[in-house]
Structure formats: C-alpha cells, structure tokens
C-alpha cells in the first residue's frame, strides 16, 4: 500500500525558516517525480516546486524561488522542502505528491501526480 506523509509544518514568524519532510513507500521511489504544492481554503490549489525522479532536474515557481529549496534522499525514499525567509502569504497547507516519470524533467499539473499526502499546516503569523 503506497504511503505518501508530510512533516514539519508549523507556526514560525515572518523571516523564519522550516524544512517540510514527506516520507513515500509502496512505490519503486527512484521512478516517480515528486512535487509540493500548498493551498488557501477557499483558493486552488498551487503548484510550488517539483523534482525529477533522478533529482537532476527542480524547478520552482517564481513566488518561492530563491528561498524554497527541494531536494530528495533515494536511500531514504524521502523529499524535503527547504523553506527561508517565510512569510505570511506562504500560509497554506502543504502538500506532497508522486508521479511516474521517466528520468527527465517534472511538471507542475496535478495530473502529473498519482499519489498525494494528506498535508502539513504551515503557518506565518507574528
């Protein structure tokens, strides 16, 4: 049974940092990209970041990019996502999702990905 779990959200103040974890098992890991994603209550759904499933290629949007890093442990079978400087609109809950791919590249459509999480609250507020 594939298992796909978010960590290390929280509350922290504006300029502060947290790394988010999602642990994945019940697929062969080294296949699949991975992505993050966060979403408001009452908006959609927003794609952040993904990996390919070699790790070679990331790619960020551009309200994260130069303070989120992602980054994946093949021996662990897990995905982090390294987040700096955070702010209040980074507020969200988020999200990790698994997508079959070949070694090249990843995307940032939700139907690229087959197995998602359940999410971890990430809160910014002074």
């Known amino acids: 049974q594939w298992q796909v779990v978010e960590s290390g959200g929280g509350l922290v103040q504006p300029g502060e940092s947290l790394r988010l974890s999602c642990a994945t098992s019940g697929f062969t890991f080294d296949y699949y990209a991975i992505g993050w994603f966060r979403q408001v209550p009452g908006k959609e759904r927003e794609a952040l970041s993904c990996?390919?499933?070699?790790?070679?290629?990331?790619k960020y949007q551009d309200s994260v990019k130069g303070r989120f890093t992602i980054s994946r442990d093949s021996a662990k079978k897990m995905v982090y996502l390294q987040m700096n400087s955070l702010e209040p609109e980074d507020t969200a809950v988020y999200y990790c999702?698994?997508?079959?791919?070949?070694?090249?590249?990843?995307?940032?459509?939700?139907?690229?990905?087959?197995?998602w999480g359940q999410g971890t609250q990430v809160t910014v507020s002074s």
């Open positions: 999702a698994a997508g079959i791919r070949g070694p090249v590249g990843c995307e940032y459509g939700e139907s690229e990905y087959e197995y």
């Open positions: 990996i390919s499933s070699h790790g070679d290629t990331t």
